[in-house]
């Protein structure tokens, strides 16, 4: 049971690697996570199966969730870094234009971009 979990779960045997020492360490961390995943389900009263599917779950919505903040983070940084530059160079119209349009947008998002000029 503990390699057919290994192999079908958690990849075991399925390393792309030449370094003996990766592979090694891939194992390693294989047979790491198989108790720590059976002990969970154990304390939960579920299946291992079940285990890890929510594991997987939780973690790709964590993963796409982080991904979803830094790309509005990013996009943020720009707009402040354009009405930056914008009122260091004298172009204060330009600047209040650009945060009319942003506050504009906060009011209505389902207008699809800011236009920045």
Same mark, same amino acid.
């Given at each position: 049971m *503990? *390699? =057919?979990n290994c192999k079908q779960y958690l990849n075991y045997g399925k390393e792309q690697m030449s370094n003996l020492d990766s592979i090694i360490a891939c194992?390693? %961390?294989v047979f790491t996570r198989y108790p720590i995943l059976t002990y969970l389900a154990w304390k939960d009263k579920t299946s291992f199966y079940e285990k890890f599917s929510s594991a997987c779950n939780s973690h790709s919505i964590n993963t796409f969730g982080v991904r979803l %903040? =830094?790309?509005f983070l990013n996009q943020l940084q720009f707009i402040i870094t354009e009405i930056y530059y914008l009122l260091k160079e004298g172009y204060q119209e330009s600047a209040l234009k650009i945060l009319e349009n942003v506050a504009l947008y906060l009011q209505n998002p389902k207008q699809l971009t800011i236009d920045l000029k």
């Open positions: *503990f *390699f =057919k194992d390693a %961390l %903040l =830094k790309y």
